[in-house]
């Protein structure tokens, strides 16, 4: 489901990255999410080859797992 980035207020479109959190719903562009400093993420390197990104919701609190790299 899109929203609005609360940050920026745009739409949240696949030209920028964005994300939906499970817990609250809410959504927001990942690039915002930094720019406000609001962002935190931490790299889990499992396996060779295999790596995680854990990204905290700046509404909620709630962190989930992605599989790509949320700063790149
Ligand atoms: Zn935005
Ligand atoms: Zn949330």
């Not at 962002?39 to 609190?61: A, I, K, Q």
Request: net charge negative; hydrophobic share 25%.
């Amino acid at each position: 489901m899109l929203g609005d980035c609360p940050y920026c207020g745009d739409l949240l479109t696949s030209e920028l990255r964005s994300v939906t959190c499970d817990n609250c719903g809410d959504g927001f562009h990942i690039q915002c999410a930094k720019d406000a400093d609001e962002f935190s993420v931490e790299v889990n390197s499992r396996l060779l080859g295999s790596t995680s990104y854990t990204l905290d919701c700046p509404h909620c609190g709630d962190s989930w797992s992605m599989g790509f790299d949320p700063r790149g």
